[in-house]
């Protein structure tokens, strides 16, 4: 069973950056597609980023040119840089891996304020 545990999320005003990480538990991490979701309140959750085993990524086109998605399969890590943040990013953003089945984190609030 693999186990993913977020970090980095909290408050920060519009036009900041915040850094999100995540670490894998497990062997298949160096093989799965990894990324990040996101739901806001009252909305569908929806892809933020994700990144091949191979090294190729999409971003949602909400956050194109403005967030940055990253991995290192030696330390089981993705990590999400996020710039010029702004209020309809707010939401609860989940660390995902999906490997024949998909796995989720718990969750990180990231919270913009205007």
């Known amino acids: 069973q693999v186990q993913l545990v977020e970090s980095g999320g909290g408050p920060v005003q519009t036009g900041g950056s915040l850094r999100l990480s995540c670490e894998a538990s497990?062997?298949?991490?160096?093989?799965?597609?990894v990324g990040w979701y996101r739901q806001a309140p009252g909305k569908q959750r929806e892809l933020v980023a994700a990144?091949?085993?191979?090294?190729?990524?999409n971003y949602g086109d909400a956050v194109k040119g403005r967030f940055a998605i990253s991995r290192d399969n030696a330390k089981n890590t993705v990590t999400l840089q996020m710039n010029n943040l702004q209020p309809e990013d707010t939401g609860v953003y989940y660390c995902?891996?999906?490997?024949?089945?998909?796995?989720w984190g718990q969750g990180t609030q990231v919270s913009v304020s205007s």
């Open positions: 995902s891996l999906r490997h024949q089945i998909q796995c």
């Open positions: 497990g062997d298949i991490f160096g093989i799965a597609v």
């Open positions: 990144i091949t085993s191979g090294g190729q990524s």
